[in-house]
């Protein structure tokens, strides 16, 4: 039932800022997450950071700590993942992900995906 979709990605230089939206539609869960995970090419796809709906927290991976924020609108359904000081080593296609209670640090805990955004930072 539900559907995740990406915007927001795009090229930005080293230092920059740029801010990802996963819209959520079909329908809202009342546990569990909301995560973002990247992937490089050759790369496993690697968590970075989630939300949960019911309380706000939030967790990141430490090669993005201080350096991007994850949030969730409850009015526009909408998360987001501000990503601020850019690195090249951030480039990768980021996905958003949602659980529907039991949550973790690897994919296979979420069951709904959106469909990638590639991000690109350039030097």
């Known amino acids: 039932q539900v559907q995740l979709v990406e915007s927001g990605g795009g090229l930005v230089q080293a230092g920059g800022s740029l801010r990802l939206s996963c819209a959520v539609s079909?329908?809202?869960?009342?546990?569990?997450?909301l995560a973002w995970f990247r992937q490089a090419p050759g790369r496993e796809r690697d968590f970075v950071a989630v939300?949960?709906?019911?309380?706000?927290?939030?967790d990141y991976a430490d090669s993005v700590k201080g350096r991007f924020t994850v949030s969730w609108d409850t009015l526009k359904n909408t998360g987001y993942l501000q990503m601020d000081r850019l690195i090249p080593e951030d480039t990768a296609v980021y996905y958003c992900?949602?659980?529907?209670?039991?949550?973790?640090?690897?994919?296979?805990?979420?069951?709904?995906w959106g469909q990638g955004i590639l991000v690109t930072v350039s030097s």
């Open positions: 939300i949960t709906w019911i309380g706000g927290s939030t």
């Open positions: 079909g329908r809202t869960f009342s546990s569990g997450a």
């Open positions: 992900a949602a659980s529907r209670a039991l949550w973790g640090k690897a994919p296979s805990y979420f069951g709904s």
